[in-house]
T-cell receptor, first 112, second 115 residues
Framework: QQQVKQSPQSLIVQKGGISIINCAYE??????FPWYQQFPGKGPALLIA?????SEKKEGRFTISFNKSAKQFSLHIMDSQPGDSATYFC???????????FGSGTKLNVKP | DGGITQSPKYLFRKEGQNVTLSCEQN?????MYWYRQDPGQGLRLIYY???????QKGDIAEGYSVSREKKESFPLTVTSAQKNPTAFYLC??????????????FGPGTRLTVL
C-alpha cells in the first residue's frame, strides 16, 4: 500500500509559468513533509520541507501548501525556469522514527 | 567537506556474481539508508540502519544484504539471488537526536548494470 501518492507523473510548463505538483497521504501521524529535487544521474537534494503546524511555507520561487484536513500537500514553482527541469519527489515521515515514505516522482520539463 | 560518498559511480555485474556498493558519510549521522530507483519510478527502501550493528529490512530487501560495523559506513551487497538488479542505487543518511532536523541527505548514487 502506497503511503504517499503523487501526481502528475509528468508535467510540461512554459518558461515563466507555474508548476504545481500534488501529494496525498493517509497516515495522520506524519509530521514532516519534504520535497526533493533530482537531476538526471544525481542523488535527490532537499528543496523545501514543511511541518503540519503551518499551512504554507515559501522559499524563493518554491512554495509548499499544506492542507491537514484533506491530508494533501503541494509544491508550487513560480516563474518556472528551464533550470527547474528535474524530477521532484514528495515524502513524509514521523518525528522520532527514521523511515521516509516517498511519492513516485514527477518529471518536470520547463520549455524555454 | 561533509557529505555522503558512494562508489563506484558505475558498476557492471555478470549474472551470478555478488557485488558490493560502498557508502560512506562524514556527517556523524546515526541513521543510514539504501534505496533503489528504477527508471520513471520512485525510491524504494532496501535496508536502513539506525545504529551501529543494527539494521532493518525495507520494502524490497530480498536479494540484498548490508552490514553496519562502523557509524560512517553502510555497504550494500547485491547478491546473485536478486534477479533484476539493474537500477540506480542511492545511499542516504540522517541525524537521529535533533528532532527539529529530519532532513535526509543523499549520496550521488551508483548505477548498477547486469551484463
Amino acid at each position: 500500500q502506497q503511503q504517499v501518492k503523487q501526481s502528475p507523473q509528468s508535467l510540461i510548463v512554459q518558461k515563466g509559468g507555474i508548476s504545481i505538483i500534488n501529494c496525498a497521504y493517509e497516515n495522520t501521524a506524519f509530521d514532516y513533509f519534504p520535497w526533493y529535487q533530482q537531476f538526471p544521474g544525481k542523488g535527490p537534494a532537499l528543496l523545501i520541507a514543511i511541518r503540519p503546524d503551518v499551512s504554507e511555507k515559501k522559499e524563493g520561487r518554491f512554495t509548499i501548501s499544506f492542507n491537514k484536513s484533506a491530508k494533501q500537500f503541494s509544491l508550487h514553482i513560480m516563474d518556472s525556469q528551464p533550470g527547474d527541469s528535474a524530477t521532484y519527489f514528495c515524502a513524509a515521515s514521523i518525528r522520532g522514527f527514521n523511515k521516509f515514505y516517498f511519492g513516485s516522482g514527477t518529471k518536470l520539463n520547463v520549455k524555454p | 567537506d561533509g557529505g555522503i560518498t558512494q562508489s563506484p559511480k558505475y558498476l557492471f555485474r555478470k549474472e551470478g556474481q555478488n557485488v558490493t556498493l560502498s557508502c560512506e558519510q562524514n556527517l556523524n549521522h546515526d541513521a543510514m539508508y539504501w534505496y533503489r530507483q528504477d527508471p520513471g519510478q520512485g525510491l524504494r527502501l532496501i535496508y536502513y540502519s539506525q545504529i551501529v550493528n543494527d539494521f532493518q529490512k525495507g520494502d524490497i530487501a530480498e536479494g540484498y544484504s548490508v552490514s553496519r560495523e562502523k557509524k560512517e559506513s553502510f555497504p550494500l551487497t547485491v547478491t546473485s539471488a536478486q534477479k533484476n538488479p539493474t537500477a540506480f542505487y542511492l545511499c542516504a543518511s540522517k541525524g537521529l537526536a535533533d528532532s527539529s532536523y529530519n532532513e535526509q541527505f543523499f549520496g550521488p548514487g551508483t548505477r548498477l548494470t547486469v551484463l
